[in-house]
DNA sequence: GAACCTCAGTGTTCTAGAACTCTACCGTCC
DNA sequence: GGACGGTAGAGTTCTAGAACACTGAGGTTC
């Protein structure tokens, strides 16, 4: 095989499409793009990206369903206000990494400390009143843009173990899993829509006030302990959930 | 303008590949196709609907999204499990009847009249952008407490007929049904957290600038037609959304 | 027995265009 | 002044095919 080739195939692995939506990402996240503007039309972007407009449309396609761009049928293409859309269907981690998106998911380390627990958090981790939990504050950056702000609670035993571990780097699962030995089976998890406080968007970089999901989320292990609560506030405007629906049978 | 070519005009108004998805979920609804099946490889599928490879794909693009199907390169193209299951618990309450929560629940006609539609409702109903949509105000009180508040679009020619019903009294599911043969099979639905305009406030008897849920719901009959849009209010205090999680196999 | 190769079958990416539809806008005609 | 109709510009649908890439299975080599 020659050098040529092997080069042209290593490049050839990601599809033109692909980068092309890339390049038009990175316009739109660096600014030159603003939401609203209008692209270049269709015609305009295959010629200068110098492939087909069936090529093209693949890549604002893929735009699309990221809520990145808006098309709009006589019109034009247009960028679209930031959101990020969650299908509640899919199951992955409605808290936690969006990473399967494709997007650049970074977390900062706010806070890692022992604290008196509210009553919420001592009740869904079945510790007595005055017990002491160890408290977890990450911001999950998407994008350089603060998305959510997380707090975990865990039980003091646990707390313990994992104040050791260096949380900026390895995901808190991953230390439950390996150095704890305790894996997740099973979660239970409750949505809710409030107003931000003014520490919370203090953290998220926006006004207090502003409407946000309040996610709360208890999650077992396999004996069935309460081993961590999740405590995660998204504003409103950065987020959204979908759910495709099938009404096969009953139409009740 | 010859009646045929307005005959073809009318038909060739849905386009080919989103005909072409109807009639491949028909067949996955009425079980000519079980879960786990595999399809006809695309080659055969593009030659049976005499269609090029492209637009077989853009049919098969639809349903992928839908979770209907899944497909895997090298292997084939397969019906997707039903995850319906948690889907059916959550939509009842959701959006329209928590009867089945065993609370009183009724509803009161605030309004129906013929309006101008926003431009996300026009996108949802297909219509150009400026048809006039029939509205229909609605508050859902749970033991006498209002609920949640609904507005739904629907199009003209639907409109028509709703208005003349008793929508006190029937539920608009079933004017559909039993008046016009419309059968909703398939919604998409997007819930957001938002702050409640004065408006919103004010028929839900709580304070303007509250946090609340909004979900938008797009319902489509079986031809895949889109014909209802519903927008619902539900105030921040008064719902909440809740999973259960199970993370069997993959820890990801 | 393990590692490697090859091959058939299937999904994926891309080209080069042609024809169609939708929107906004701007006249013209009553 | 309002209704109608044409037009430019933009997105959408579709054709006909060629080349590529991934998966699993079976054979070959060591």
């Keep these: ?12 692995r990601v599809p033109r499409y692909h980068r092309i939506a890339e390049t038009l990402r990175e316009r739109i996240r660096g600014g030159a793009l603003a939401p609203g503007a209008r692209l270049d039309n269709q015609r305009e972007l295959a010629k200068s990206f110098a ?51 494709g997007e650049h998911v970074a977390t900062r380390l706010l806070g890692a400390r022992f604290a008196a627990p509210d009553r919420r958090v001592a009740e869904a981790l079945r510790l007595p009143a005055r017990a002491r ?9 998407v994008d350089d843009h603060p998305m959510s702000l997380q707090r975990s ?15 900026a780097r390895t995901p808190l699962h991953q ?9 997740i089976v099973r979660a239970h998890e409750t949505v809710s829509a409030v107003r931000l406080g003014r520490r919370e ?19 077992h292990d396999a004996g069935g302990a309460p081993v961590v609560f999740d ?22």
């Design 1 to 12: 095989m020659s050098g040529v080739t092997a080069n042209a195939k290593r490049i050839g």
């Design 51 to 101: 492939v087909t407009l069936m090529t093209l449309r693949q890549a604002l396609e893929l735009l699309e369903r990221e809520h990145l761009i808006t098309r709009r049928h006589g019109l034009g293409t247009f960028v679209a206000a930031p959101s990020i859309d969650y299908d509640i269907l899919q199951l992955r981690r409605f808290a936690g990494d969006l990473s399967a998106k």
């Design 133 to 141: 939990v160890f408290v977890l504050e990450r911001l999950r950056l």
């Design 153 to 167: 609670f865990l039980p003091p035993l646990i707390g313990d173990e994992v104040v050791r571990a260096d949380l």
């Design 175 to 183: 230390v439950l899993e390996f150095k704890l030995g305790v894996v």
């Design 201 to 219: 968007a203090r953290d998220l970089g926006c006004h207090a006030g502003e409407a946000a999901f309040e996610s709360e989320r208890i999650s």
């Design 231 to 252: 405590r995660v506030f998204i504003p409103g405007d950065r987020f959204r959930i979908t759910r495709e629906l099938h009404y096969e049978g009953a139409t009740s």
